[in-house]
Each structure stands twice: as structure tokens, then as C-alpha cells.
């Protein structure tokens, strides 16, 4: 079984007020109360009560006459509280494996994509009973990656609101690299392409499948 991480000892709603802001990128108290079926009085009590322990913050919202809105957003520290994979260690040995030659590279993505396939292939296989999309959703959710699947008129556009890896990606693009293969590989009929790249500034991590059809029970 994967750790459990500091977000799932956090009150459920509190846990589920953090995944909202995660997933909207920020949100007003009434976007929260909305996402999370709270009242907007007991959704302003919970992300005062996060305030106070520093996990969000907010920000005013430009608006006219009227009690002043603000957007709330995920701290740092509250960010750290997600499943994280970045050690010290990992970071280092991925930058070191950078200047190596093309060729080690090549041969070490290739046994992390092969490797990270039979380690989930369990899972995957279970949700590719409905779609191969649907299996990649379960495997990055137990992963941590916080996954969002939606049709585009372009294909099936696949979301990652979490890198678990952020802090070993800022040194090295070698597991960017893996995973996207990884999703190639799973999307067997599929052009696969990366539409947006945290750490090339984007706010999340975004891939676009480019199917005949939208796979049954995705939408």
C-alpha cells in the first residue's frame, strides 16, 4: 500500500477544502462551498480555521460596492501536506543522470517506463475494464497527482493539478520524460502530446490524447 500522507490526517472537509483549491487553482469562499456541497457560513469557518493553521491564504478580489470577496489559495505549507516524492537524494541522482550520455539515459527511461507499468498494471487494468482513460485516472490518483479527465474537441485532455515529483523535476526532466511514455504506452491508439509543463511555469502538468472517439464512461 502507498504511505498515507499528512493531508489524510486533516479533517475530511478541511482535506476536501484543500483538493478543491488545488484543483480550481484558487476559488472564492462560494466556489468552495459549491465544489465542496458546504454552506458558504460552515465553507468561511473551515478556510479561517486553515488560515489560522497557515495552510491557505487569501487575496482581495477587485469588485464594486458591496462586502469585499477574496480568493483563497494553498500555502506552501500546505502544499507540503500532498504526497510528496522529492528527496534530497532522488533530486541528486537525477541531476547527475542528466550529463550522462544520450544512451544512458535512453536505456534508463526506458527501465523506469517498463518498471512503473508493472508496478501499477493492477490498478490500470482494473479501470481500463471501462477505458484505457479511466485506468490512467485510477493508477495517478493513488499516485497522488490529483488527475482531472475531460473531452476537448481536440481528443481527451488529461489534467495533473499534483506532481508528487515537483521538487526532483526542478533538477532534472528525466522522470517528465518517463511519464509521458508511460501515458504513450497506455494510450496504445492514441497521439499523445504535453500541452502544459509546470516546470516551464505553467500551473499544472497537461497532456491531450488524440482519440477517434471519447472513450465510454470518461465524460
Known amino acids: 500500500m502507498p504511505p498515507i500522507s499528512p493531508l ?17 487553482g484558487g476559488a472564492t469562499v462560494e466556489e468552495v462551498a459549491a465544489h465542496c456541497f458546504l454552506s458558504v457560513g460552515a465553507a468561511r ?12 491564504a487569501h487575496e482581495p478580489l477587485r469588485q464594486g460596492p458591496g462586502r469585499p470577496r477574496h480568493r483563497y489559495t ?31 539515459r535512453e536505456r534508463l527511461i526506458e527501465h523506469l517506463v517498463t518498471t512503473t507499468i508493472d508496478q501499477y498494471r493492477a490498478e490500470f487494468e482494473r479501470g481500463a ?23 476537448t474537441p481536440e481528443g481527451v485532455a488529461l489534467t495533473l493539478h499534483h506532481c508528487p515529483l515537483a521538487e526532483p523535476v526542478r533538477r532534472a526532466r528525466l522522470l517528465c520524460e518517463a511519464e509521458a511514455r508511460c501515458l504513450a504506452a497506455a494510450f496504445k491508439t492514441a497521439r499523445v502530446s504535453r500541452i502544459a509543463f509546470r516546470p516551464e511555469g505553467d500551473p499544472t502538468c497537461a497532456y491531450l490524447f488524440e482519440l477517434r472517439e471519447f472513450p465510454p464512461g470518461d465524460g
Open 8 to 24: 489524510h490526517l486533516l479533517d475530511p472537509t478541511r482535506r476536501a477544502i484543500l483538493v478543491a483549491l488545488r484543483r480550481l
Open 129 to 151: 475494464r471501462v477505458s484505457p482513460a479511466r485506468g490512467v485516472v485510477e493508477v495517478m490518483d493513488r499516485a497522488g497527482y490529483l488527475p482531472e479527465l475531460r473531452e
Open 74 to 104: 494553498v500555502t506552501p505549507q500546505g502544499e507540503s501536506l500532498f504526497p510528496r516524492l522529492d528527496h534530497e537524494a532522488l533530486a541528486n541522482l537525477l541531476a547527475a543522470l542528466e550529463a550522462e550520455p544520450p544512451e544512458l
Open 45 to 56: 469557518q473551515h478556510l479561517q480555521s486553515l488560515e489560522d493553521q497557515g495552510l491557505v
